[in-house]
């Protein structure tokens, strides 16, 4: 069974069991604690390649359901994300169900930092959306097995946005063979951590960026700082845009959206980006739209944290992130070459080093 029959599988009517083994999961940790109202789950995809490590998600899930079927997801695409950045990393991710703005507390995650250590290193965990390098210190009262502490490595979002940002100028490149980015109109949904510092890349550069957020406020912080268009959540598909950049959750490329956007290039931060991988990696490709895979161009934020895990300095993980171009402009080479959709040459790419290691059974 290849990668998007896996995706395809994350069915709400599956049993975890059924669903874990279809993916390939190693182990799925169900976290419940009544006293703090820690609610979570912990996924280990694959320690093929070293500890699995990914960042810590925390959402207001409609049902348990989705929550598994989102930490499922993650955690398997950080198996691909760090594979083919040629990182010493397996893949994990959690999720905490719960409002970031309102349910935090110190013994929450603290309580979370005990899951996390009885997991024994098989599992390292970071920030990611809803959580900040404040969080993860309570983590780290419990557990050794966190990174992206202040004082550390730090917030991973400046390096991912970092690489989303030279992933796009190698997008632009092999579309207009210049990677310059002056007077692109690239609309960004999402502006908190990592879609701010993305935007600050653009702005620098003279692109128009047209910017949305659901939180009003963010959004108000980038247009007065940046010079941003602030757009409607809803409208942000329908603007005249050369690139689509999605920094928020995944699934925004779907049948509804494609109708709507002109744009020639997708390349944003979010995770799993394509509704369905299959069927909208191919639409992109038949449509002419240039797509950079979101586990190979988003990757800064894990390279940031494996900087921490191996000792490496920031300047390292900068340069590292700038790597992104190179292999962004592979995946479009070859996807140009073979006629084969982007998102199946980068899967390709990251099952190539997996294998090596002998241990996964992709076909």
């Given at each position: ?7 395809a599988s994350?069915?709400k ?5 059924v669903?874990?083994s279809q993916m390939g999961h190693?182990q ?8 703090t109202?820690l609610?979570?789950i912990i996924?280990v995809h694959?320690t093929?390649?070293?500890p699995a490590?990914g960042?810590?998600?925390?959402w ?6 989705d929550?598994?079927?989102d930490v499922?997801?993650l ?6 994300k760090n594979?083919?950045?040629?990182l ?5 991710k ?11 507390s110190?013994?929450?995650?603290r309580?979370f930092?005990?899951?996390v250590e ?9 920030e990611d ?9 309570h983590?780290s009262q419990?557990t050794k097995?966190?990174?992206g502490?202040p004082?550390k490595s730090g917030?991973?979002?400046p390096v991912t946005a970092?690489g989303?940002?030279m992933g796009?100028?190698?997008?632009a ?5 210049s990677d310059?980015l002056k ?5 960004v949904?999402?502006?908190?951590h ?7 890349h653009?702005?620098?550069e003279g ?8 939180h ?9 700082e940046?010079g941003a268009?602030?757009?409607?959540p ?7 845009m050369d ?9 925004t490329?779907?049948d509804?959206?494609?109708?709507q956007?002109?744009?020639?290039i ?8 394509l ?5 909208h990696?191919?639409?992109?490709m038949?449509r002419g739209i ?6 190979a161009?988003n990757a800064?934020g894990v390279?940031?944290c ?6 490496h300095s920031?300047d390292w ?8 171009y ?9 996807s ?7 998102y199946?040459?980068?899967n390709q790419?990251a099952e190539?080093r997996?294998?090596?290691k002998?241990?996964?059974?992709i076909?």
């Amino acid at each position: 069974m290849d990668k998007n029959q896996y995706m395809a599988s994350v069915d709400k009517n599956l049993s975890p069991l059924v669903t874990m083994s279809q993916m390939g999961h190693e182990q799925v940790l169900f976290c419940n604690d009544a006293a703090t109202g820690l609610r979570a789950i912990i996924a280990v995809h694959s320690t093929v390649l070293g500890p699995a490590l990914g960042g810590t998600r925390m959402w207001m899930y409609q049902n348990e359901a989705d929550a598994m079927r989102d930490v499922l997801r993650l955690s398997r695409g950080m198996t691909y994300k760090n594979a083919i950045s040629n990182l010493a990393l397996g893949g994990g991710k959690a999720v905490i169900i719960g409002d970031s703005r309102t349910m935090k507390s110190e013994a929450l995650f603290r309580r979370f930092g005990q899951f996390v250590e009885s997991l024994g290193g098989k599992y390292i965990t970071a920030e990611d959306v809803g959580i900040n390098p404040n969080d993860m210190v309570h983590v780290s009262q419990e557990t050794k097995n966190v990174v992206g502490l202040p004082g550390k490595s730090g917030d991973p979002s400046p390096v991912t946005a970092y690489g989303v940002y030279m992933g796009m100028k190698a997008c632009a490149a092999a579309q207009t063979g210049s990677d310059s980015l002056k007077d692109f109109k690239i609309a960004v949904q999402g502006v908190g951590h990592v879609g701010r510092y993305l935007v600050q890349h653009l702005a620098l550069e003279g692109a128009t960026v047209y910017a949305t957020d659901i939180h009003k406020e963010t959004l108000q912080s980038v247009v007065n700082e940046f010079g941003a268009i602030a757009v409607e959540p809803q409208d942000i598909y329908q603007v005249p845009m050369d690139i689509y950049a999605p920094c928020a959750l995944g699934a925004t490329i779907n049948d509804e959206t494609l109708a709507q956007m002109t744009c020639s290039i997708i390349a944003g931060a979010a995770n799993n980006q394509l509704a369905e991988e299959e069927r909208h990696g191919q639409a992109l490709m038949d449509r002419g739209i240039i797509y950079a895979p979101d586990f190979a161009i988003n990757a800064g934020g894990v390279i940031n944290c494996f900087s921490e895990v191996s000792g490496h300095s920031l300047d390292w993980s900068k340069q590292k992130a700038e790597e992104i171009y190179q292999t962004v402009a592979e995946i479009l080479r070859r996807s140009e070459e073979l006629k084969v959709p982007s998102y199946k040459i980068a899967n390709q790419m990251a099952e190539e080093r997996i294998m090596l290691k002998g241990s996964l059974n992709i076909t």
